[in-house]
């Protein structure tokens, strides 16, 4: 995949068909695998969206290897939230 560039994902938080925040984060540490980065990139854009993190499941592995990008649902999240939706993409 990425190996030698930095990722950056877009997050967006919906409620129905409304967007209510996005917000777009970089990261890039050589010394860590593509899955590290992506973790590290996650969690500073769930941080920057002042938003809890939320459980990464098969479906979201899944779905960001064959889309570039996946959902998170309520029942993902430890902490009650006031969206219904968050998007996360990977931009190339």
Not at 18 to 40: A, C, G, I, W, Y
Not at 48 to 61: F, M, R
Request: hydrophobic residues 40%; charged residues 30%.
């Amino acid at each position: 995949m990425a190996e030698g560039k930095p990722i950056k994902l877009e997050g967006k938080l919906f409620r129905g068909n409304l967007m209510l925040r996005s917000q777009e984060v970089e990261f890039h540490n050589p010394d860590l695998t593509f899955t590290k980065n992506l973790e590290k990139c996650l969690v500073d854009l769930c941080h920057g969206l002042e938003v809890p993190i939320p459980l990464w499941l098969e479906k979201n592995t899944r779905e960001f290897a064959r889309f570039h990008q996946t959902l998170f649902f309520d029942g993902q999240f430890t902490e009650p939230i006031a969206f219904d939706r968050f998007q996360i993409r990977w931009i190339e």
